[in-house]
């Protein structure tokens, strides 16, 4: 069973840089997707394909970068140039399988964390 626990969350000027953290546990290491999604409609951000690649939507390239660190289990999201736009909850959510890039598939999901940019 896949649990994910967000943190870091928070208020930032616009401009500025938030990192948000997302401890996963009990999943399968082989073919296993981890991705960073926002909003009610849970738009898909970045995510981590199955060789540990990272996968960006347009509207975050460049700005935002995902990254996992294997010692803590723990999947990031840094977030760079905020904009007031960028408000939302934010989640972690995996699935298992391939294609990674496919925002709509993704199954298990943390809590989530607010993040507002002003």
Known sequence: HVQLVE???????????????????????RNFCMGWFRGNNREGLAGLDN??????????????????????????LQMDALKPEDTAVYYCAAKEGYG???????????????VTVS
């Open 100 to 114: 990674c890039n496919r925002w709509s598939a993704y199954n298990s999901w943390g809590q989530g964390t607010q």
């Open 7 to 29: 943190s870091g969350g928070g208020s930032v000027q616009a401009g500025g840089s938030l990192t948000l953290s997302c401890v996963v546990s009990g999943y399968n290491r």
């Open 51 to 76: 060789d540990g690649l990272p996968i960006y939507a347009n509207s975050v390239k460049g700005r935002f970068t995902i990254s996992f660190d294997n010692a803590k289990n723990t999947v990031y």
